[in-house]
């Protein structure tokens, strides 16, 4: 067995507490109070020892604990997960003090001990015992690692789960040092943010050792909270000894990558700190261990001195790989390495916000720093469209509480790691602060909390804050957006024969009296040049409307001049427009587009859009908007469009939109005209990006040019046996799904051939890729055959569901899986009403949903002999088919103002 030992200043032994009592568990304890009286009793110090046998997910564990008892009291309480059992030993009988009551609350996690007498001021030492075999609570630290046969012990993954390796304090606002002996078998590592002092092997059993006495005078161990102690227990990992700094990487034994890049990244986003940030980088740990493993639970988690990343997540390839997938990695990286500088700032006179505070200020300036670092790749303006505008588009829907809310009462004191919409909106709401600074102020704030890690961000903030900005201060304004659900939603309206007033309206119909100081700024078409988008001042929402001057000030001066406010997408929240400055912008950017930064055109398409789709907004005029696009090449400009096909997409299965598909054809046309179909060597990421979307676009809304360049490309590659494997992977989805969209029977046939005959699983799943109905029946035809496909190895069956899915909305495909349907089944051996399920989930006719139902009911009548075990499965076919409906409905509702031709 390997014994690990983590020391910390050792302090001096009091008075022994302890009794022969084991805890009763409370099953009732609402009246239980999870307040742990930190301000009467402290812990100073934990002599922690554990024994864990992975294979057996058992954890045995022995906890001294040293207090101070700052006012006399007659209890203890502290946290502590339900395990097997806890209990309080006294084997010399030699405690001033006696246990009258052992409880534990198990829904809180609260463990009481109650004292015969009440115990006065002063320190005090008390030891717990306490096993834990594969109960509910084990499952939260113990994971498989490649199977079932191999377990990883760690608390990184589940909130609060440090209650379960030792009884504790587990508050940010309370410190103590730590002196903790883990125990593992042999061919296991302890990874920890506590430091390692000393490892031995040893193979008596831990509870025959005398606990924490070995004593280390001169080490120096800055104290922390619980939720800063993590532990990661692996085995079959190994530590490359080549390292960048302070990196250094962990990955298993018979990973086939080492991962050298991401210790190049995190280098070079921990060298910001310190080179352009001014931070001392001491305040890091002295080494970082980077761990890479093939399922870890999440994209990555970390504690001070390491992280841990899932392999798929932070795998890169700079051939094979898109381009968007470098800025995946990266981000990933950059996060852990910015939450390393924030975590551990431990400040806790402020009490339990700063937990979620450093977690929102790491989530942003991840990305803060990544635009300082590979500044040519635009990631900023990337995240902008990226994150805050489709976060706009989900906050609406999906968030139930504010995040200050969601964040302390969700999931604890880790409750903003979890959330991803809370991070994204704290994302948001950090870049709108920061544009209220320069970039080198915002930074020496940065530094200045990181330093001093006592003073509360938001005072520190305020002391760069010009006062005359604004008679509100910093967290106030913040207040008002951390503490509210949603964002609000402004409405302009211009008075065109008075050519300086514009007319602010908090459009947003409140239904829990929301409140939100608005940072609002704006730019004219005679002003974008000038435009600081620090200029600002505030709109209280909670006044209906305010008055501005418009900023050109010349006598008779023209009206028709557009007005654009929040650009650059400074603030948090949604601009609408009357229906004459809508026109007014979208006329100018067609024959102006640059002059209009690419996230402010983006951000202008975002609004319009969610403004048509809940009637604010006609939708001839968002089409209108959206005109520019087709002679605009820049992705960023460009990014809410896809999200907006990407979410119209089930509309663009009815007829009733053909006519708005053939508008974003010409867009789609228009850009690939200028930029071509395929990438060239100096092109950067953003134009690649670009062309894959436009392209991939293009040809799912059936562009014929598209298709038909990659048909072209496909025949090249097809004669040739051996050319098919050496079609990029970026290329793959266009050359062969795309190119095949539109061959005829004959070349469907010979492709068919050589699939068959190479054996090649790809082309067979790509063959489904057509549009041909007659073939698609065709295809299903020889899938029945029994031993047609017996040259292959391949199993049909998944490829068969693969058409069923995308081609059961064509009349021709539904009415053969009809009348076919038994035939299917019994052919693939499919479960019980699976095809079904695929045919209702796929179609988009009420009529076709008809024709499913009456075959289901044909099929599972109860009045058949033998049938009447489908009783209740006709019942959830039926409610199926009721709930398909109910959202193909709303899905024409939705869209209803995009049912007008375009003229």
Known sequence: MKLILFFGVVLKFIVPIASKIYARNITKCLLVSENLNISEVMPIRYDAHIRIRPQQRMLLGYTNILIEVKKPIKDIILNAKSTYGYGIEDEQG?????????????????????????????????????????????????????????????????????????PCWDDPRVKATYNISIQVPAN??????????????MHRSLFTLKFGRRLIKYQKFVSKPTHLIAFLIINDIVRDYENRGIHYMWRKIDADKEFTYVLEKAKMVTS?????????????????????????????????G??????????????????????????????????????GVVSPQLGNDYVWLNEIFASFCGYYIMDQVWPSDRLMELFVVKIIQPTLNIDMLLESEPIISKSKNSDG???????????????????????????????????????????????????????????????????????????????????YNEQRTISIYSSYEWTDNSVWIVPVNYITQFTYNSYNDSDVFWFDSTYESTTVKSGYDKLNSPTDYFVIVNPEQTGYYRVNYDDKNWILISTYMQNNTSNISPITRAQLVNDAYYFATIRKLKGSTFIELTKHLKKDTDFIAWYPMFNILLDMSSYFKFPESNHIKE?????????????????????????????????????????????????????IYINHRDELNRIPAM??????????KTVDLNVWKNILDKAINYNNRMLLEYLSCTENSAII?????????????????????????????????????????????????????????????????????????????????????????????????????NKLITYRKRYLIKVEDKFQEFNRVIE
């Open 94 to 166: 030699s405690a001033s003090y006696k246990v009258s009551d052992f409880q534990l609350c198990e829904k809180k996690e609260i463990l009481i001990l109650q004292f015969d007498k009440m115990l006065d001021k002063g320190k005090y030492r008390f030891e717990i015992a306490y096993r834990s075999v594969l109960n509910k609570h084990v499952e939260e630290i113990f994971y498989p690692t490649w199977n079932n046969q191999n377990w990883m012990l760690t608390n990184l993954y589940t909130p609060n789960a440090i209650r379960i390796l030792f």
């Open 188 to 201: 296991y590592e302890v990874l920890s943010s506590i430091p390692e002092q000393s490892f031995s092997f």
């Open 272 to 304: 910001f700190f310190s080179n352009s940030m001014n931070i001392d980088t001491s305040y890091l740990s002295p080494e970082i261990d980077h761990v890479v493993l093939p399922n870890s639970p999440m994209k990555s988690t970390g504690a001070p």
């Open 306 to 343: 390491f992280v841990v990343y899932r392999e798929k997540d932070i795998t890169f390839n700079e051939i094979l790989d898109f381009p968007g997938r470098f800025v995946d990695v990266i981000t990933l990286v950059s996060y852990e390495m910015a939450r390393q500088l924030f975590i």
């Open 413 to 495: 004191i880790d409750g903003l790691l979890y959330p991803l919409l809370y991070h994204k909106k704290a994302f948001a709401l950090i870049r709108m602060l920061l544009q209220l600074y320069n970039r080198d102020v915002f930074n020496e704030a940065i530094r200045k909390y990181v330093h001093e890690r006592t003073r509360d961000i938001w005072t520190i903030l305020e002391d760069y804050y010009l006062q005359n900005k604004s008679h509100y201060r910093i967290k106030e304004i913040m207040n008002t957006w951390l503490t509210m659900k949603h964002h609000p939603e402004l409405t302009i309206l211009r008075k």
């Open 663 to 715: 508008h974003f054809l010409g867009l789609l046309d228009g850009v690939l005209n200028k930029i071509g179909y395929e990438d060239d060597i100096e092109d950067d990421k953003m134009t690649k990006s670009l062309r894959l979307l436009v392209r991939r676009w293009a040809c799912k809304l059936g562009h014929s040019v598209c298709r038909n360049a990659a048909l072209d490309r496909l025949m």
């Open 731 to 740: 290329l793959k989805e266009w050359i062969i799904c795309d190119g095949l």
């Open 777 to 877: 029946v065709y295809y299903l035809q020889l899938m029945l055959q029994p031993g047609y496909f017996s040259k292959t190895d391949q199993s049909m069956r998944p490829i068969c569901r693969k058409i069923v899915k995308n081609h059961i909305s064509k009349n021709m495909v539904l009415r053969y899986v009809i009348d076919n349907y038994s035939g299917i089944v019994i052919r693939f051996d499919f479960p019980a009403a699976t095809l079904l399920h695929d045919m209702i989930m796929n179609v988009y006719s009420l009529n076709d949903l008809d024709m499913i139902k009456g075959h289901a009911e044909w099929l599972y009548s109860p009045a058949k002999e033998g049938f009447s075990v489908f009783i209740n499965l006709l019942e959830s076919i």
